[in-house]
């Protein structure tokens, strides 16, 4: 069984920062793509992040020069730093890990989400 965790959302005023952090935990024996997705009051999730395991990282273009994703493979952690926050960041924060699981001779990825962590940037 496979769990997330994630942390440090919260409320902060235009032009700050905060850092998001997911921990996965559990049983499975590769941890591929880490990624981050949001989705503000009605409208549709969107990917925000993404990093692969070899490192490249790929942003949406709102994010981009303002946002810095990163993964710690010891830790099974995933990052999200941003900064210069505006109220268009306003949403819940999504990490999405494609994990690889072990049942008997068969290895299969899964996407496992985390439980989301709000974020409102407002003064």
């Known amino acids: 069984q496979v769990q997330l965790e994630e942390s440090g959302g919260g409320l902060v005023q235009p032009g700050g920062s905060l850092r998001l952090s997911c921990a996965a935990s559990g049983s499975f024996f590769m941890i591929n793509d880490m990624s981050w997705y949001r989705q503000a009051p009605g409208k549709r999730r969107e990917l925000v992040a993404n990093v692969t395991r070899a490192g490249t990282t790929t942003y949406t273009d709102s994010v981009k020069g303002r946002f810095s994703i990163s993964r710690d493979k010891a830790k099974n952690a995933l990052h999200l730093q941003m900064s210069s926050l505006g109220p268009e960041d306003t949403a819940v924060y999504y990490c999405?890990?494609?994990?690889?699981?072990?049942?008997?001779?068969?290895?299969?990825?899964?996407?496992?989400w985390g439980q989301g962590t709000q974020v409102t940037v407002s003064s």
């Open positions: 999405c890990l494609l994990i690889g699981i072990l049942r008997h001779s068969d290895r299969s990825f899964y996407n496992y």
